[in-house]
């Protein structure tokens, strides 16, 4: 049972970050996913239309937009 919600949880995700990478995610719009200067993993910055701007690393690129992901969701909740 417990594998069926994690599978269903990392779909969710999934969705999510193909959400942000196509047309954003609450408000939030992609305005960079690159390698990291400072390490070896990857960097993506989002930006809001108020231009509210959030950085998240990961080692893979899915990594880092599902970290991403997660600022965005904590910073539209703790409204």
Do not use: C, H, P
Request: charged letters at 35%; aromatic letters at 6%.
């Amino acid at each position: 049972m417990n594998n069926m919600m994690n599978g269903n949880s990392e779909s969710v995700l999934q969705e999510r970050v193909n959400r942000l990478k196509d047309e954003g995610y609450r408000g939030f719009t992609v305005i960079s996913a690159k390698k990291s200067d400072k390490w070896e993993g990857v960097k993506v910055t989002v930006k809001n239309s108020k231009g509210k701007e959030l950085n998240a690393e990961g080692e893979t690129v899915d990594e880092a937009y599902e970290n991403v992901i997660e600022l965005i969701d904590i910073a539209i909740d703790d409204k």
